[in-house]
């Protein structure tokens, strides 16, 4: 043999050694992560199929409720949608108590619906939601308390950069045009008008608003009433809702200004 093959078994012969003391010193944390790999990509599977099966059945109950509240069946939709707030993913959970409070405005328990409101903003984390479930309970307060109470609820959502704002600005112009507040009624239905990210049927309000406004003598923007859209005749007098506006009623001018939000 020669001393070049000799020292080539040599080295087989270490790196050989050396590779199996390597691996039982390690086998057991290779085994292992290999093992923790596996686990939590079977686990990270079984978490999706659960999710979408459980988000799966509370659709399923969330329609069955809403089907109940449209064929006049209150009581049921109301115990419906209370076993999906108890019961349903966190999401379900929180359109079931719109849907209640809204349910509560529809059997005439306004003074309820209102507290269901305004609890549920106080409890939600997510800030869009929350200041949506106060622009509904300002829409109910502004024929049901007073400006101080809607200013209380919707003052603090009428910057620039809020989404929110025209909704809340509506609903503060009506609450101070009932109280008699002219002026801040004025101020609020114009910021309306002049706001391009208002929707078009907020917009189209706040124009016939401020038509009323001015046929009673008060000094409107002649430029934001010369700019409004050909409208129908003005109604005698401002109709103040006496019922919150629904989550679609209220869906255009709420995308829309934050649609506006998001581009800025």
Excluded: C
Excluded at 78 to 98: I, K
């Amino acid at each position: 043999m020669s001393e070049d093959s000799f020292l080539r078994e040599v080295e087989e012969e270490l790196r050989s050694d050396k590779l199996k003391a390597f691996w039982r010193r390690f086998a057991p944390f290779i085994i292992g992560a290999a093992v923790l790999i596996v686990l939590l990509v079977a686990a990270n599977e079984i978490w999706k199929w659960w999710s979408s099966n459980t988000a799966a059945t509370a659709s399923d109950q969330y329609y069955a409720a809403a089907d109940l509240a449209e064929q006049g069946d209150i009581e049921g939709a109301q115990a419906a949608f209370a076993e999906l707030q108890a019961s349903g993913p966190a999401g379900y959970a929180t359109l079931a108590r719109f849907q209640e409070a809204a349910l509560l405005v529809e059997s005439g328990d306004i003074e309820g619906a209102i507290a269901a409101y305004d609890a549920l903003a106080a409890s939600l984390d997510q800030p869009r939601l929350r200041e949506l479930a106060y622009v509904f309970a300002g829409y109910l307060a502004v024929d049901h308390l007073d400006a101080a109470a809607v200013e209380q609820r919707v003052g603090g959502l009428t910057g620039e950069d809020n989404p929110m704002r025209n909704s809340a600005r509506e609903a503060l112009g009506l609450a101070h045009y009932k109280a008699g507040n002219i002026e801040e009624a004025r101020a609020n239905f114009e910021a309306i008008a002049a706001d391009p990210a208002a929707g078009q049927d907020m917009q189209l309000r706040a124009f016939v608003y401020l038509e009323q406004l001015a046929s009673t003598g008060v000094d409107v923007s002649e430029e934001l009433v010369d700019a409004a859209a050909p409208v129908e005749a003005a109604p005698e007098e401002i109709v103040i809702p006496a019922e919150t506006p629904s989550l679609e009623t209220l869906g255009q001018p709420l995308e829309s200004d934050a649609g506006q939000a998001q581009t800025e």
